[in-house]
């Protein structure tokens, strides 16, 4: 399953890079963020089972998976451009009613995950605790007002 995700969302980078996505059905704006959310999500839960210690500490693997949470936040909003929603979406209908506020949130986001990756790249465990912290805040802020759980 993951293949797959990583494989489809590598098929959109590769196309938002020239312009941004637009849909033609709601579900294939699901299925984009549900996919990219899982991927974010991954990352995070890996480096945060480092922090906690419950992985052993891999400063090149928190490294690289901080690189790809950069590089992914870079591109959160494509599957929000539009209001599409299907019945087991969990976006909430505020994103588009208070779209600015969301779009703050997610430049935001993408902020904190570049400071994490800098942070991450230079292998200080105290450094990297607050800037992941920081980062996981930053993404959560969404949570509450714009996604159903």
Known sequence: ?????????????????????T???DEDAVALRKAHMHLIGTYFGEMGDMIKGKLPYDAARFSADADRLAALSSWSYEGFTEKRLTDDSKSKPAIW????????????????????QQVAAKGDMGDIRAEFKATADACGSCHKPYKYK
């Open 97 to 116: 009613e208070k779209k600015a506020d969301f779009d703050q949130k997610m430049k935001e986001f993408h902020g904190q995950a570049l400071k994490l």
């Open 1 to 21: 399953m993951k293949k797959i995700a990583l494989m489809s969302l590598a098929a959109v980078a590769f196309n938002v890079s020239a312009h941004a996505v």
């Open 23 to 25: 849909f033609d059905k």
